[in-house]
């Protein structure tokens, strides 16, 4: 809109994550199909004005499978907690050295800024933790980053991804790198 530029692929990933992250159930693109530029300021939507397909399209729609297959997986989940390193969002609580769920110990490791939600099965996951997932989001948008979760003697397993997964086995965990405002999503299981 306006002087506002185009949003890259990684920036347009890093919005609909974090979304998912804090509990959004759907994504909607403003503006998609693109408004009469000269009476709205409005330019380089998804589809013009005249309704063809602009460069915009082509990263909104790789966005959106891969944020499809993540909301497949959380459609039936609430976040529990939404939790960050490095330096905090606004109102953003820190993830803590010694991340507990009651008394299950679960290890993030990562150089980056990322944001960890839990998404439990039941409300009565702190009192006994049983089947939850892990969402991670790499905050950054220009730049990878490397990230590993160990949840000790539970099973993590890679959800909701278009290319079938892409995290290998560590020591009790999983190591990843997320893509610039990529994410990674895990079931936990005992």
Do not use: M
């Not at 939404?82 to 010694?98: I, N």
């Amino acid at each position: 809109h306006g002087a506002l530029r185009e949003p890259t692929a990684a920036e347009l990933a890093w919005q609909a994550n974090l979304a998912l992250a804090y509990g959004a159930k759907g994504i909607v693109w403003f503006t998609y199909w693109t408004p009469r530029p000269d009476e709205s300021g409005y330019h380089l939507g998804p589809i013009s004005y005249e309704g063809e397909r602009t460069a915009a399209y082509e990263r909104v729609a790789a966005v959106n499978r891969e944020i499809q297959a993540l909301g497949r997986e959380l459609a039936v989940y609430e976040p529990w907690t939404v939790l960050h390193t490095g330096a905090l969002p606004r109102d953003g609580q820190p993830l803590p050295e010694d991340f507990r769920l009651g008394d299950l110990p679960i290890e993030i490791e990562s150089s980056g800024e990322i944001t960890v939600s839990v998404f439990p099965q039941s409300p009565g996951l702190l009192r006994e933790p049983r089947d939850f997932r892990l969402l991670i989001v790499n905050r950054d948008y220009h730049d990878p980053t490397p990230c590993r979760v160990t949840v000790p003697g539970w099973r993590l397993n890679r959800l909701g991804t278009v290319d079938g997964g892409g995290t290998e086995p560590v020591a009790g965990g999983r190591a990843v790198t997320l893509p610039p405002g990529g994410a990674a999503l895990y079931s936990v299981e005992p």
